[in-house]
């Protein structure tokens, strides 16, 4: 039995708030349970100096968390003077994933940047983030579409991410944090719309993972993404 | 004729959102009009080192506008590897304008760290922190009341804040961006409850200003404030 | 009585050398009793990248205290490796200050930086910079001419400030140290020669002050401010 | 055809060369084909802070490219001031990997580092980092016995690690640079040697992989990883 | 002929100015003609970490120049966020210079920092910081022994420095600005009052230097410091 | 008699392996006894900015050692954020010494980075790093040549360096770490192939050296780097 109750393929309740601010091109709060976690997409001209004079756009992305997203209060980033190893791993995660999204070469020599800032923390804020920020990106696409900015739209495929692990034994979707801190392994898993895979990340935190349960893992990720990309075009229209 | 219709001494829309996230001890959203941010308060036993030994506690405070809470996005400070001389400077108001509200002796050796983030912002954001955090603050020493931590209320009186200016040759309050940006003087007052100053800070950023017009916001200030005391004290009961 | 044995409105002595060091095209050693600031005024061509383009020069500054100006040594800044929020919140006050004085279109594409660095700290060091600072900021307007950089004079008015605050229940002007530490309340006056405001920082550091408080220590910095512009102009001639 | 004329599971020719240097507890140069990791294992008494007083022992790595170890020069980390995102990362999957080899309490309050730096790079280096840095590791975990530091071996298992990936469509193992450059998915595998997996991380750099394709990956890994296991126990011999 | 006149062997006006400053334990501003140095002794009780439990005290130093001390200004370090090559490489030559003159076991576990700031650069600042150093360290051992730190006189021997080098192909003694900024080769000494060396770094700037002109530089530092602790000596009584 | 068994002026055994990595432009593993330094010459186009538009070439160095090249570990200068002073101070040593050997102008607007990595530290790392870089320099610039980036051989002469000292009383040649730590004298000495000088740098680490001792310790130095010359020249034949 789940602390929540749900059952082991069961993920929380989602939701995407879009224009959640009022100022970036695409602004989207998204939900999982009570992890909350505000995704803005800002469009900029230009790229950065390793992209120039190829006619190709840029998307990228920041990751943070409020400093009392959590149970206890972790230090600011900015007075540390340096962003942590774990929130370099997601923004470059999270960057992957929506690049993958993109055909960089229908973007033009323009930047989306795309900032995920976790207001409530409780488990899975990588995935939400993935899942949030492709929301996002389609309406800072939207917007330069209106703009004139682009005349093609740069989207191949909506993506979305979802966290998957071995509790006490069993395979399970979309952990909350107290499941995500006994786990024996925890696994985040970006898919696209068509069901093919770009990232997974499946780590060992206590126990090694055997093949199988990898499998059984892929498949419940499988299923919940297919719920998550319902949720995104519900949320777009 | 104010940009948004309103009279000279006309303060925005003011709400107060308590229990805004789950985590921290104290946790409010405070809006002032399309200006938002986030205050949370941490209890943490324990003072910094300069503090030790004497028997007394600590409040401080820590600001940060997210990348885009603003009409263009702002460089991460995180990311640029330390906060800004705006960031400081204000987060140093605000923690000073806290500590006037707290008798640091009843507090114990715990410290109270109030974080505001901001995330929309228009013009006001320090004022609206000063004010959003001082109620988050009564939520976090109702907490320590309530945990046996301390035994008397630390609170001497409630502080808020409110910005002033002199737009287009008129002194005006509560400033929204648009006429922040074209002020000729922004002026900050931090008050308490009691009617007495904890904070001035008049800044001429066009033309200087006369003894008279410095008159003139303190009295706007001081009629505003009233209101913003009384938003407090409905939000907190 | 004051520890000095100064009447309440009166200042210490005040002193201002010019050509205090010799590669500067400013330099005014700006003493008030035991506090004693060296201003050195650089005139660099160019402006700061985001002044660019607009025809217009740009005045900054930066502060800071050699680490044994005070009783105790502070850490060098430079071997911490940041600047402390108390020093960037002083040199942004002295360089608005100074942008006050000026009006930038005059000055043409041309950059003046001050350099405020304290010898010896007795209290008052920011506002004995801005004092000094402006003396130093004409001796390199005036290099600028004989140079030809610039054709008109760009200086508006003198500007000059004071620190006044209330000790032991009365309103004082100049606090040196041992007033400043028990000061209730610490206000920094920033004034122009016509008698004008550009900044006003009262902070209570102690018990709130009351709005006759402020009145009372306004009408202190405005006589002691009027001593200062008589000292500049005598150093000037 | 692979460039290096190798089947799609065939690895390249592994070295590891124990004692390489003389100061450290463990010294391991790893070589697979032209890369060149030096892994060099010190042990220390005692733990971080965070880990103080459970009884308890930790494993940590850090990683490095001297700047010339590829084919152009990169900025050296500490003169730039800080490590980049993708050395924290990497320096983090060391890590994991190898405490996921140990049993920490057997371990005691003692701490073992292993430094992986990389004199010459040509694809896999965290890969070989890992395969190298275990052998690295059972080298001064018996120097502890020796010494009587600890009493009873804390190895769980060996860990080794593999690339592999999607090249022109086809599965193949052991990238080299150049394949490397031109993979659609790099897949890194963790395992230990009783076949349980520890960390997979797959990655489509340019289209997404099919969830087939990631079967065929993880085969290709399970395979190379054998021999990887042989060879470390070769070099133990 | 020198710029100054000088003969080759002459050196520049040196004045030693002792209590230049009032909170330090030790204050001198030294000045070799424009070159001028501000050197604060602090003492602190208490040895860094790496020097605790032995009984013995430590002396360190601290360098920088101000801004504009030079002809062009030179960014300041704090606000760069580190101290230069240069800067540390001086500052650790001083710190040297000056523990070559204490018995470190006589001192006590204290420590003694002298800062040095130059506030008017005209060459050799290293050399001016290290005579003005070792006066105020003598001014700070009187200081500890009046105030019952320590018992018997830690200090062995004076120490001094000057510079040398080769110009246009002749020895030189000091050298000023201009000269050393056309040096082939320059050289700092370090000496002690009884005639024995503890630094000597000659650097070719420009063509190599024989082991003639080594000696010929040698003999005139060693006939210069005599005159500079005479003028210590003087500076003492 | 020395822990080596070595005469006073007798040198370590020293090898050169040229061409130790595939993609510096030069790469030379340098080995005096047991320490043992990778030096890696790096080719690129283009000048650091203050060299732009004079016609002229650059040569630099950086210098670091593997966390573990010594007894116990140092901390990475990566991890901890910067350079510390004897890092600098040693690459700045390293690369005025390499300038020394080339004329700029010969080289055109290129650049040569030479990178010393300490391998194994057993003393004198700085001097083997500069005898070693100056070979890699040499191939640097023989491939800049067959490339057709040069014209003319920029190189003036080889230079090689060598460590001297004071141990026990005795000065001795090529100190290895055990003397280098019990010295009371530690020259270093940097000569051109025609026998005359670049740098000596000098430091009594315990007593003070006499003139005579200084003799003793440069005829040393230079008999042993006639030696090192040779050794140079047979490496690059």
Known sequence: MRPSGRTASQIRPV?????YTCHAEGSVLVEFGNTK??????VEEGVPRFMKGQGKGWVTAEYSMLPRATHTRSQREAARGKQGGRTLEIQRLIARSLRAAVD??????NTITIDCDVIQADGGTRTASITGAC???VDALTYMRSKGLIKANPLKHMVAALSVGI????A???LEYIEDSQAETDMNVVMTEAGS???VQGTAEGEPFTFDEMQEMLELAKHGLRELFDIQKTALN
């Open 15 to 19: 939701t995407l708030t879009r224009q």
């Open 37 to 42: 976690v505000l995704c803005n997409a800002t």
């Open 104 to 109: 960089l070469k229908l973007l033009g020599e």
């Open 135 to 137: 929301v996002a990106l």
């Open 167 to 170: 509790v006490a034994g069993e």
């Open 172 to 174: 399970v979707a979309d």
């Open 197 to 199: 895979l770009i990232e």
